[in-house]
């Protein structure tokens, strides 16, 4: 596609050199230059263009025309040349991309679409799209050739900064385009039916070629938008015609298992992309695309969805392997400064998809829960996107993954009781039971290191997470522009629309309160917490977390009644992690015989799974907080209206030593021993006197409680 653009700018360039005012040498010059140029033949365009230059010393345009016509010689490895060559043109004609508002400017267009080509592949798409779009202002006048030359640069840089919209817009005025130039060659045959020849046909057959491989190319671009905006309905209806124009080749074959992909059929995607032929592809010398490596990530992602985090990491390896061949083939460039994008072809600029690829093997490591090797793969990524907001919210993931411990460390050795008690000391008479400390208040995790230092701790999740939201779009209409890759299933870029950002800040804000309260921040964890609990659309699990996380801040704080308030268990009334309106309509999009493949993703053991186990927990943490208020008969009515909700074995270690406080603040020693023995709630508690005449208790079983942390981590969306 690079060297469609660059031959497409050079021809339509040559074609505007012959303007009026000119002589007829001039003109023959000109014309001869671009027949030349056309057909390949770089040599005898530099002589006629060299020759023009002679006549006419003044015209900067025969200046931008040679400087083309040496790029395409050079097999479009010389970019810093051309790069600096419009550079010097655009100093000479005083030309400004902001200040373009009149006719005059269009005279200029293009320089500006040459600049603009060059930024594209520089990946500034930012810069860019504001050249390509003051281009598209004057786009009247423009020859239809070059107007769509415009318009499909601009489609390509809408979709790689995730604005699929403003895509679709000018894709249907491309087609518009292409109708009425295709109607209008049309009429002109007609007209002189009589004068028809073997050139003429040749022409309209050429013609109507290209005119097909146009419609081809926007049925593909808007796949590509619908599959960014998830609207899976008219994804459908354009697949259809990306099958029918574009038959089985690789990129239609590459879009149709994305869209699978996103409606859940992962088994038909992996067929899809195994069914293409990578080798018919040209290669990413010729095209900047390494069809192996994207075949590898695509799979990898598929795989990712399903829940097989393992198989994952290895597709991604393989992408990463292949994308370090592809780079190497290429060799470093020149040791230049000045020349560093020279010595390779112009499009292969885009071939290295290195950070996007740790990207996603940094997502995969976390799921699979290997937080340092994922942390390590983020924290180079964001050397790149370092403006995108959940690419800092999953390195402080990373942080609070690796230093809050495993399920499995969390778990370990519970039936014993290593959860509850410390060590026994002592024998006989004076043999007495050590217990546990639960508080992690104020724990120190850097060792006086700065905290800016790139490491896996708490105070730089903190760091992570204010960036984060300083990050986030203040205005939710307008999506943050964020460099991305063109493969479009690959995590790397920034996506965020309105209904994915408030989803981020939702998680930023609720690992922003875990964070301040591991740190004893109680202030700002209450702060975040609030702030968390305002947010207009809040699914049921964070709202949750919300209120615990606040009530812990409030009873660190002094202020129980207020906690109280937040541990009402009225407050739990769905602790779902939400589903997105897009995810429904994909239900909604699937035919009768095809049913929703499970992604394979589990709930983590910690987490509350249903409205009763959290309104248990929030029961747990109520009778945590009346027992700081000496309340302990309504601490004692929360505990075991709790432990009627749920299973023995889903009791936390938390609450059998909050039962073990109210029996010793009631003066029943040995009861309290009996729970610790048994590591389980009692069935029923009677009074004092009762349970000295009656201390015979059911048996049960071999218990193993699940530990519950009275305060539960966040977890990753």
């Not at 130039?181 to 003429?200: A, M």
């Not at 349970?691 to 009275?710: D, E, G, L, N, Y």
Request: proline letters at 3%; charged letters at 20%.
């Amino acid at each position: 596609m690079a060297a469609d653009k660059a031959a497409d700018q050079g021809a339509e360039k040559h074609e505007g050199a012959g303007t009026s005012g000119i002589t007829d040498q001039e003109k023959e010059l000109s014309s001869s230059a671009l027949q030349a140029f056309l057909a390949g033949n770089y040599d005898t365009c530099l002589q006629h263009l060299n020759t023009l230059q002679d006549i006419n010393k003044d015209d900067y345009k025969i200046t931008l025309n040679t400087a083309v016509a040496e790029f395409c010689k050079s097999n479009q490895t010389t970019t810093d040349n051309l790069r600096q060559t419009l550079n010097q043109l655009k100093n000479q004609v005083h030309s400004v991309v902001e200040e373009m508002d009149g006719l005059d400017d269009v005279e200029n267009s293009m320089l500006y679409y040459n600049q603009a080509v060059i930024l594209y592949h520089l990946r500034q798409y930012t810069e860019a799209i504001s050249v390509g779009e003051k281009l598209y202002q004057f786009i009247e006048p423009f020859e239809e050739k070059f107007a769509q030359a415009v318009c499909f640069l601009l489609v390509d840089l809408y979709l790689l900064t995730y604005q699929a919209e403003k895509a679709l817009h000018l894709l249907a005025v491309l087609e518009k385009m292409i109708s009425q130039g295709n109607n209008n060659s049309k009429n002109g045959k007609n007209e002189s039916g009589n004068n028809t020849n073997k050139d003429s046909s040749n022409q309209k057959a050429e013609s109507g070629a290209l005119i097909e491989v146009a419609k081809s190319k926007i049925h593909q671009y808007k796949v590509r938008a619908y599959i960014q905006m998830k609207s899976l309905k008219a994804c459908k209806r354009e697949i259809k015609s990306v099958m029918n124009t574009a038959g089985n080749s690789a990129p239609s074959l590459f879009l149709k298992s994305n869209f699978e992909y996103l409606r859940g059929n992962y088994r038909k995607a992996v067929k899809l992309l195994n069914s293409a032929n990578i080798a018919e592809h040209p290669g990413f010398m010729k095209t900047g695309e390494c069809l192996r490596c994207m075949f590898w990530n695509n799979l990898g992602c598929i795989h990712f969805a399903m829940g097989k985090h393992n198989l994952g990491i290895f597709y991604f390896k393989k992408a990463l392997q292949e994308n370090d061949n592809a780079c190497a083939q290429l060799g470093t460039g020149s040791s230049d400064p000045g020349k560093k994008f020279s010595g390779r072809p112009m499009c292969t600029l885009l071939t290295n998809k290195r950070y996007e690829l740790l990207y996603n093997c940094g997502i995969q490591l976390l799921h699979i829960g290997r937080p340092l090797a994922a942390f390590e793969c983020l924290i180079e990524a964001v050397q790149v996107y370092h403006s995108n907001p959940r690419l800092w919210l999953r390195i402080a993931e990373c942080c609070i993954a690796a230093n809050k411990g495993t399920s499995e460390q969390e778990t370990k050795g519970l039936p014993s009781k290593k959860g509850i008690v410390q060590s026994i000391v002592g024998q006989g008479y004076h043999r007495k039971i050590v217990l546990a400390s639960q508080s992690i208040q104020n724990v120190v995790y850097n060792d006086g290191q700065s905290s800016a230092i790139p490491v896996a701790s708490m105070e730089f999740a903190a760091i992570c997470l204010r960036n984060a939201l300083l990050l986030l779009p203040e205005d939710q209409q307008e999506p943050k522009q964020e460099n991305g890759s063109k493969t479009s299933s690959q995590l790397g870029g920034n996506t965020e629309n309105s209904e994915s950002s408030e989803a981020c800040r939702c998680s930023i804000l609720a690992c922003s309160a875990y964070v301040a309260l591991a740190l004893g921040d109680n202030l700002m964890a209450l702060n975040h917490a609030d702030k968390l609990l305002q947010q207009p659309k809040l699914s049921g699990s964070l709202k949750f977390l919300g209120h615990l996380y606040a009530a812990e801040a409030l009873i660190s704080l002094d202020r129980i009644s207020d906690a109280i308030t937040h541990l009402n268990p009225e407050n739990v009334t769905d602790v779902s992690l939400g589903i997105s309106s897009n995810e429904q309509d994909q239900g909604s999009d699937k035919g009768e015989n095809e049913a929703m493949e499970s992604s394979g993703k589990q709930t983590p053991q910690c987490y509350p799974s249903s409205v009763t186990s959290a309104r248990t927990m929030m029961l747990f943490n109520l009778g945590s907080a009346y027992c700081l208020r000496s309340e302990y008969d309504k601490a004692r009515k929360c505990l075991h209206q709790a432990a009627s909700l749920i299973h023995p074995k889903e009791i936390p270690p938390e609450a059998i030593l909050l039962a073990v406080y109210l029996e010793l603040q009631n003066g029943n020693t040995q009861l309290a021993l009996q729970i610790i023995k048994r590591n389980q709630l009692l069935p029923s508690v009677k009074t004092l006197s009762d349970t000295r005449k009656k201390p015979v208790f059911q048996p049960v079983h071999s218990i193993q409680p699940i530990q519950m942390p009275a305060f539960t981590t966040v977890q990753r969306k």
